[in-house]
């Protein structure tokens, strides 16, 4: 059964420091991994998908990376903002269509 | 793109009651659509997977006598809870998988709607 953690399970840091978020999974019979953000009481943003061929992606101030073989992908933020204060969700596509979700990690950056 | 919508956004019901949540692709079809539940502080869980003009598939512990799936079109799911519960109190969640999205077998991706908060009171 596909197990997917995320550490830690909250970070506070102030405004404009590089962060790196966490994420392994135990089995890496994986298609696809995914970041999400969710903003209290709100649905999921998508923010990076990273393919199982893919070792990483970027968008803006956000990269993802992937490692298969070990079980592990970080997020990398970039001069964190206030803004970026949010829960970040790992999830792993288990056999094509069934993500598996990591309880997150909740971030606050500090003005 | 890829935009999902879900309806209502909140919803109150007295313990009993039955309340039906509608998911539902704008601007894609969807030939699968997905049904979570998160608890306060706690992550998403999978309950059903729903296939166009076929039975939903229920996750291992989800009544599907009670959570009743339906994906009558490519463009809409609908979930009802029935005989709530205080329990059932929870943030549910849908998300749908575009049709022609899947390029190749790497290209899975889900799209989210906003959720819809329970609350049985």
């Known amino acids: 059964k596909q197990e997917v953690t995320q550490i830690p399970a909250a970070l506070s840091v102030p405004e404009g420091e590089n962060l790196v978020l966490n994420c392994s999974f135990t089995?890496?019979?994986?298609?696809?991994l995914q970041w999400f953000r969710q903003d209290p009481g709100k649905g999921l943003t998508s923010l990076l998908l990273?393919?199982?061929?893919?070792r990483e992606q970027t968008s803006g101030r956000l990269n993802a990376s992937l490692d298969k073989s070990s079980g592990r992908s970080t997020l990398y933020i970039a001069a964190s903002q206030p803004g970026d204060s949010a829960t970040y969700l790992c999830?792993?596509?288990?056999?094509?269509?069934?993500?598996?979700f990591g309880q997150g990690t909740r971030l606050t950056i500090n003005p | 793109g890829a935009v999902v919508s879900q309806h209502p956004s909140r919803v109150i019901c007295k313990s009993g009651t039955s309340v039906k949540i509608e998911c539902r692709s704008l601007?894609?079809?969807?030939?699968?659509m997905f049904w979570y539940r998160q608890f306060p502080k706690q992550s998403l869980m999978l309950m059903a997977t729903?296939?166009?003009?076929?039975?939903?598939?229920?996750e291992q512990g989800v009544e599907k006598d009670k959570f009743l799936i339906n994906h009558a079109s490519l463009t809409l799911s609908t979930l009802t809870v029935t005989s709530a519960h205080p329990e059932d109190s929870s943030f549910y969640i849908c998300?749908?998988?575009?049709?022609?999205?899947?390029?190749?077998?790497?290209?899975?991706?889900?799209?989210f709607g906003p959720g819809t908060r329970l609350t049985v009171t």
């Open positions: 998300s749908a998988e575009s049709a022609s999205g899947r390029a190749n077998k790497f290209s899975y991706e889900q799209y």
């Open positions: 089995d890496s019979a994986i298609y696809n």
């Open positions: 990273i393919q199982s061929s893919q």
């Open positions: 999830a792993v596509y288990q056999g094509a269509q069934k993500l598996v």
């Open positions: 601007d894609f079809q969807a030939t699968t």
């Open positions: 729903s296939n166009e003009g076929s039975k939903a598939t229920y």
